[in-house]
């Protein structure tokens, strides 16, 4: 006691690596966050991604012929469906449909296991914590089992307050707090899918002062002349699948294959 304190060696001597990472070219290496209005087409825009498995939380894809987990669903099932996903090789992309109700169903499977009714009944935000690790490492897996993750999400409003300025209203993704804080650590694309005042189709890729959305993919998403894209245009007339167009613009995009029209 009051000596100097020891530390334990490693036993084992792992080297350091000496290459840098090579930036992955496919698009469905990234993790990928859409949110927007209901019927805006956020389902149908998913389930033309490679190889599709969606997991579906809300009702809405009875008119689509899709390969998709049994609803209503629930996170025992969830947890299990989630195991079984790095063994399925027809799997390329897993599409969560949408993710706030996700949340509370998670959140409502950890009071059940531990006799809350709610998580704030556990003391010191214990309740809260156990939560966010549970529903983090099923996130987690699905991010790590090599497969693209393509999360839809709903639209919401905060109001932001700054000193010495008028407050004013941001869009944001329909997620709860933990939900929110988790994604934007971990997602690499944020897009908010919206109407315009013209009665079209368009996907944000870059944020700004009143829509949240972020794009962490370097090289990819620029136009003809090599510049960011900010906005996409989605749908040009009346397409016989407007779902299937959508899509085949965003992966152009990505390309760096979109023509302005």
């Known amino acids: ?12 001597k792992y080297p350091l690596p ?13 993790s990928i966050l859409v949110f927007g209005s209901p019927g805006v087409g956020k389902s149908s825009f998913s389930v033309h991604a490679p190889g599709s498995f969606v997991f579906p939380w ?35 992309t897993v599409v969560l449909d949408t993710v706030e109700p996700a949340y509370k169903a998670c959140s409502h499977w950890v009071c059940q296991k531990n006799g809350w009714e709610y998580p704030g009944d556990a003391d010191y935000g214990k309740g809260w914590d156990k939560v966010e690790q549970e529903f983090s490492e099923q996130i987690g897996h699905l991010m790590n089992c090599q497969k693209g993750l393509l999360l839809l999400a709903h639209t919401d409003q905060v109001e932001v ?10 869009v944001v993704p329909d997620l709860s707090k933990q939900a929110r804080k988790l994604f934007n650590r971990t997602v690499d694309l944020v897009c908010y899918y919206y109407y315009t005042d013209r009665g079209s189709r368009a996907l944000c890729l ?31 007339g009346k397409e016989k699948d407007p779902g299937k167009h959508a899509f085949n613009q965003f992966v152009q995009a990505f390309e760096n294959k979109y023509i302005e029209r």
């Open 1 to 12: 006691p009051g000596g100097p304190a020891t530390f334990m060696l490693p036993t084992e």
């Open 18 to 30: 000496t290459k840098k990472t090579v930036p992955s070219s496919s698009l469905w290496d990234y």
């Open 58 to 92: 809300e009702p809405g894809l009875k008119s689509k012929s899709v390969l998709m987990a049994p609803y209503p669903l629930t996170w025992e099932k969830f947890r299990s469906y989630v195991r079984q996903i790095p063994e399925r090789n027809d799997i390329q």
């Open 161 to 170: 307050k700054q000193r010495g300025k008028e407050p004013y209203h941001k």
């Open 206 to 236: 870059r944020g700004n002062e009143v829509v949240e959305a972020k794009c962490r993919i370097e090289g990819h998403f620029l136009n003809q002349k090599g510049e960011l894209i900010n906005e996409l245009p989605m749908d040009f």
